[in-house]
């Protein structure tokens, strides 16, 4: 958290960040999806996806390469169209436990940037 950031309650956060985690905890590409902007970008693990068919492609194999759990630690608000969501997640992937952070940047209330870093 930064000094700007104000802790927000995962069940106040905005709707499209809301959807794109639902939509992940039930590994379900095209319910997450929509959750972004039309030419939306998520970098993750180093590389960069644009746009909602490189986004849904993403979404889907992220979603069969590993078997893991998603627990929400919590999130804030960095700014009033900027979130970060902590996340610890837990499976068979390399280390097999990593805390993530997701930096969300909405446009017109959609996802217009995700960053995903350790």
């Known amino acids: 958290m930064t000094e700007s950031s104000t802790p927000v309650d995962l069940t106040g956060l905005p709707e499209a960040i809301t959807r794109y985690l639902t939509g992940r905890a039930a590994k379900?590409?095209?319910a997450a999806a929509p959750a972004f902007a039309p030419h939306?970008?998520?970098t993750d693990d180093g590389r960069?996806?644009?746009g909602?068919?490189?986004i849904t492609r993403w979404l889907g194999q992220t979603d069969t390469e590993y078997s893991y759990t998603t627990t929400l630690?919590?999130?804030e608000r960095d700014a009033p169209d900027r979130y970060t969501v902590h996340q610890?997640?837990?499976g068979n992937f390399p280390g097999g436990r990593v805390d993530l952070h997701c930096r969300f940047v909405?446009?017109?209330g959609l996802i217009s940037e995700l960053r995903i870093a350790p």
């Open 40 to 42: 939306g970008t998520v």
């Open 28 to 30: 379900d590409a095209p």
């Open 52 to 54: 909602i068919k490189a």
């Open 73 to 75: 630690t919590g999130a």
């Open 48 to 50: 960069t996806y644009e």
């Open 106 to 108: 909405l446009a017109h």
């Open 88 to 90: 610890r997640l837990e």
